[in-house]
């Protein structure tokens, strides 16, 4: 059983960072893909960045540039750094995962079928 817990959102003024961690627990096998969605109010769920099991990783998304993706596979932790947050950065994020062995990571959330509860991120101006 896969489980998914984010941390380390919060409020932050516009142009600062925040990073975000997602530990992970279960079974993944060989190949997985693990990701960060995020989601506004009224919004789609929108995917900001994702990461292979083999360490490739893809920026989708308004906010390439400012992510960072990477895991820590000795701690089981995804984290998501980023920097010069903007007032429409504020949403809820997610952490995803999919061990369906995908050769690329899927940019999609209905292609995930593991999903944390979420951190809430709110930017200022």
């Known amino acids: 059983q896969v489980q998914l817990v984010e941390s380390g959102g919060g409020s932050v003024q516009a142009g600062g960072s925040l990073r975000l961690s997602c530990a992970a627990s279960?079974?993944?096998?060989?190949?997985?893909?693990m990701g960060w969605f995020r989601q506004a109010p009224g919004k789609e769920r929108e995917g900001i960045a994702f990461?292979?099991?083999?360490?490739?990783?893809t920026y989708p998304g308004s906010v390439k540039g400012r992510v960072t993706v990477s895991k820590d596979n000795a701690k089981n932790t995804l984290y998501l750094q980023m920097n010069s947050l903007k007032p429409d950065d504020t949403a809820m994020y997610y952490c995803?995962?999919?061990?369906?062995?995908?050769?690329?990571?899927?940019?999609?959330?209905?292609?995930?079928?593991?999903w944390g509860p979420g951190t809430q991120v709110t930017v200022s101006s």
């Open positions: 995803a995962a999919t061990s369906a062995g995908y050769i690329r990571c899927p940019e999609i959330p209905q292609r995930y079928p593991y």
């Open positions: 279960g079974y993944f096998g060989s190949r997985y893909c």
């Open positions: 990461i292979h099991s083999g360490g490739a990783t």
